[in-house]
């Protein structure tokens, strides 16, 4: 039996982080037609990029939401990459602690929620196994 709590909150939490990537990718496409841009094929490589990882995230929140080991796998490297990111942003001076807590918080409760649904899942299936 899996855990279905813990694979929704960890769901949740990937669809939400997509939800943000995808509000980036819209500010930067907008900022590109004010003007902001300083190279246009870097901008428009940014804004692809960063609309690619949005979906990444969203393929890894249903696939975690339907208990695939692939989509967990993906969604704790991605929030591996956001707290390397979050902490990396501590070397910045000053410190921009709205952007680190902003990243990092989300991605730690994601590591969390992701270790915790695969712990339970793998412990569901052993008692299963032995009571077979």
Do not use: H
Request: net charge neutral.
């Amino acid at each position: 039996m899996r855990s279905p709590r813990l694979a929704a909150a960890a769901a949740a939490v990937l669809a939400l982080e997509g939800a943000a990537l995808t509000i980036v990718a819209l500010v930067e496409l907008f900022g590109l037609s004010a003007g902001d841009a300083a190279s246009l094929p870097t901008a428009i490589a940014l804004i692809a990029l960063t609309l690619i990882g949005a979906g990444a995230l969203f393929a890894f929140a249903v696939g975690t939401r339907r208990g695939r080991t692939w989509a967990r796998s993906g969604g704790v490297v991605l929030q591996v990459l956001a707290l390397a990111l979050a902490l990396a942003s501590l070397t910045v001076q000053p410190v921009l602690w709205t952007f680190v807590l902003g990243v990092g918080s989300p991605a730690l409760v994601g590591f969390v929620l992701l270790i915790a649904s695969a712990r339970s899942e793998s412990v569901d299936s052993t008692d299963e196994s032995v009571n077979d």
